[in-house]
């Protein structure tokens, strides 16, 4: 099993791949000149497409080396894309060495990890808090009734500590450590529990030099209002569109609350707060989508959303 964060580490000078996964992740930032380390998704879409081809070559040997068995290989998409991004993603991956390639929807995947009844006639509404970008939905008998993608997620949450850092102290830090700042005392509204201050170090935007500081637990709440409440605002909409009957479904239920995001202190109270719903999160809420995933690639022939295709010549 692989449980790696989508980032590729290249040697410019060669064009050959230096590091995937977790080890290029520890590289962003930390890098010589001739090596880049770059995530090739953004937003949940391909930006680089030679560079999605060679992540996903690593991952797909490293689930199936040991196994001997042929990859047949589910990627989940956001719900929002478009036919030629979805085109894009399949290709990408029957190029990395993939036997047959399925695209199943992120919000459909993490309803189906999250154990909520989507067979069934009765709607359910599911939030995924990703890195590149939040999914929320309505289910019922197999689908998604209503969705809405909205791209911001945990990735806009650390560049905007980034920004209050930069703005009010005139200190330059990096995506890794505003990541654990947020994880230390990320809030979604003050006074959210949790250490008052964090310490961070970074370069001094006047001086050059290398300098530390602390920051403040409710700054930092202040600044992820905004990334928030676009989320909320997304949720937001998809409640408007409901059809009434499963309105009602939801309005019983209240909505499930996965994804990275759903870590963030605060952030399922001040669901709560706007919506009126009941919020539940998930307990392993980082892997609810994949757990998903899964569990539909063994029965793909009961989801129509999981689109199969035939293996496809590499492209030259």
Do not use: N, W
Not at 43 to 49: C, E, L, N, Q
Not at 228 to 252: C, F, H, K, N, W
Not at 291 to 307: D, F, K, Y
Request: with cysteine; hydrophobic share 45%.
């Amino acid at each position: 099993m692989a449980f790696e964060p989508s980032v590729v580490a290249v040697d410019q000078r060669t064009g050959d791949v230096y590091a995937v996964g977790a080890d290029a992740r520890r590289m962003i930032g930390r890098t010589p000149a001739h090596i880049t380390a770059t995530r090739p998704l953004r937003h949940g879409v391909i930006a680089d497409f030679e560079m999605t081809e060679q992540m996903l070559r690593y991952f797909i040997r490293s689930a199936f080396s040991r196994l001997g068995a042929s990859a047949e290989v589910i990627v989940c998409v956001p719900s929002g894309v478009t036919q030629v991004e979805r085109s894009a993603v399949e290709e990408a991956t029957l190029a990395a060495g993939a036997s047959r390639a399925h695209l199943i929807e992120e919000p459909l995947a993490a309803a189906i990890g999250a154990e909520l009844p989507v067979g069934e006639s009765v709607g359910s509404l599911v939030v995924d808090i990703g890195g590149g970008t939040s999914e929320m939905a309505v289910t019922a008998l197999g689908g998604m009734v209503v969705s809405h993608s909205v791209r911001v997620g945990g990735y806009d949450l650390d560049d905007a500590i980034v920004k209050l850092l930069q703005d009010t102290q005139r200190l330059l830090i990096g995506q890794e450590q505003a990541e654990a700042v947020k994880l230390e005392i990320g809030a979604a509204a003050e006074g959210g529990g949790g250490p008052a201050f964090a310490e961070v170090a970074g370069r001094d935007l006047a001086t050059g030099l290398l300098r530390r500081t602390t920051v403040e637990r409710d700054a930092v709440s202040s600044a992820l209002q905004r990334p928030l409440a676009q989320i909320i605002e997304g949720v937001e909409l998809v409640l408007e569109r409901t059809p009434p009957e499963l309105s009602a479904d939801i309005a019983d239920t209240g909505l499930m609350l996965v994804g990275g995001g759903a870590l963030l202190r605060g952030f399922d109270q001040l669901l709560r707060r706007r919506t009126g719903l009941a919020v539940t999160t998930t307990d392993d809420p980082l892997t609810t989508v994949a757990r998903g995933a899964g569990i539909a690639l063994e029965e793909s022939h009961q989801l129509p959303a999981a689109r199969r295709s035939k293996r496809r010549r590499r492209r030259r």
